[in-house]
């Protein structure tokens, strides 16, 4: 049953070395204040799993937090390349980094199996593609009706999956409207959640394409204001173009990619003092 939590000490019981962890959000609510935290914590060797791995996992395989990567697609989004993440792959900086490459469809259809509580999940996608030669988390299968060659992929169920969201009530239950993305499935696969919030409101008002998450399904909720940054939150803030922008030469160089890393988050307590940090420096606009 979700409680409410400082986000420092939700992350210290819920996420462990060797964890497999799930940061989701699709362009949207992207947990960026949770991500931090874990790279505070000194969190090591974890499995990191996201539809579409962004800044926040660039900056967790430069830290050193990851010693696998389950995704679909990884960049800066309308900007380019993670450059962290390519010189883990590339040059095995600053650890070897395994990867397991998905599609879309088929990391949606694993939360779903996994939220579903079932061992696999079945789809076409992958029939006459070359990436089950690539990723052995791709297998064929029989229709046993039809007698149809399909795909399966195995259920993912994260040791922890953590999302943003807009509101949580008094009761634990949280609310996500706008792009959803897998956030719903990504928590009800998970063996723990935690979910960040900006605020906890006293009852939770319907939006269009609201989803809304059962107080069972979550163990731990922070109150983190604006905790998506750079990415939006539908009805709070809007997305954070420049900075986007401003993390490609961050991110090119290992020493300027250390040096901002320990100034901006190492440095500071919590994710309230980051966004100070980096808005003295102007790299906040939104």
């Given amino acids: 049953m979700a409680h409410v939590a400082d986000l420092r000490e939700a992350t210290a019981e819920l996420v462990r070395d060797g964890d497999s962890v799930a940061l989701e959000g699709f362009t949207h609510l992207i947990p960026t204040a949770a991500a931090h935290e874990i790279i505070r914590q000194g969190r090591k060797d974890l499995t990191l799993i996201r539809m579409t791995p962004d800044l926040i996992y660039d900056q967790m395989i430069g830290m050193g937090c990851a010693r696998k990567l389950v995704f679909s697609w990884g960049g800066n989004p309308g900007v380019g390349s993670l450059h962290r993440f390519r010189d883990a792959v590339e040059n095995d900086w600053p650890a070897p980094l395994e990867i397991e490459e998905h599609s879309h469809a088929g990391m949606a259809n694993r939360y779903v199996a996994g939220a579903s509580n079932l061992p696999f999940a079945v789809l076409r996608g992958y029939v006459g593609t070359d990436l089950p030669k690539v990723t052995s988390t791709i297998a064929p299968i029989k229709c046993p009706f039809t007698g149809e060659e399909l795909m399966a992929v195995p259920a993912l169920n994260p040791d922890v999956s953590i999302i943003h969201a807009q509101q949580a009530d008094g009761r634990g239950n949280v609310a996500i409207w706008g792009i959803s993305g897998i956030q719903k499935e990504a928590v009800l696969s998970a063996r723990r959640a935690i979910v960040t919030v900006e605020e906890v409101v006293d009852e939770l008002v319907p939006h269009p394409f609201q989803v809304v998450l059962p107080a069972v399904a979550i163990d731990a909720i922070s109150v983190e204001p604006k905790g998506a940054h750079p990415s939006y939150a539908d009805g709070y803030y809007d997305r954070d173009n420049s ?44």
């Fill in 243 to 286: 900075f986007y922008e401003a993390w490609d030469p961050i991110g090119r160089d290992r020493e300027e990619f250390g040096a901002w890393m320990e100034e901006h988050v190492l440095g500071t307590e919590n994710f309230g003092e980051y966004l100070e940090s980096v808005r003295a420096k102007g790299m906040v606009t939104k």
